[in-house]
């Protein structure tokens, strides 16, 4: 009984010094948003711009419909209607509280949908 006794214990030592011993696996690095994501998503912006923007905007043109043509507004650089740069920030800014001329789209569209059109006129 004894030598049993024995022989377990070692076999419990053996299998937890071989647990010990095997790597660890290492922790895989929390997924930060891509800078992409935290832009917005042109695909959807595009979506969004069709149904809420096209309305009052050509996107394939420069050509003035009810306002500007956004078609080359990132190549431009400025607004037509005011000189002003053309920024990620300028354009949500834009959007969201409108001019003289467009309504604010803030109560409109959601912040996320505001990022998407935000990505999506830059590449026009």
Not at 7 to 23: C, M, N, R, T
Not at 35 to 54: D, H, I, L, M
Not at 77 to 83: D, E, Y
Not at 113 to 123: E, S, W
Request: glycine residues 10%; charged residues 25%; proline residues 4%.
């Amino acid at each position: 009984m004894k030598r049993n006794g024995l022989i377990l214990g070692i076999a419990i030592f053996a299998v937890a010094g071989a647990l010990l011993a095997q790597d660890q696996p290492e922790k895989a690095a929390p997924k930060k948003k891509s800078s992409r994501a935290a832009a917005g998503s042109a695909t959807r912006g595009k979506e969004v711009f069709e149904k809420k923007c096209a309305v009052c905007h050509f996107a394939d043109s420069d050509a003035k419909k009810i306002g500007p043509g956004l078609k080359g507004i990132s190549k431009r650089g400025t607004f037509t209607v005011n000189g002003g740069k053309v920024t990620s920030e300028s354009l949500k800014t834009w959007i969201e509280n409108g001019d003289s001329l467009m309504p604010g789209m803030k109560e409109t569209l959601e912040p996320a949908q505001i990022k998407d059109v935000v990505a999506y006129v830059k590449t026009l």
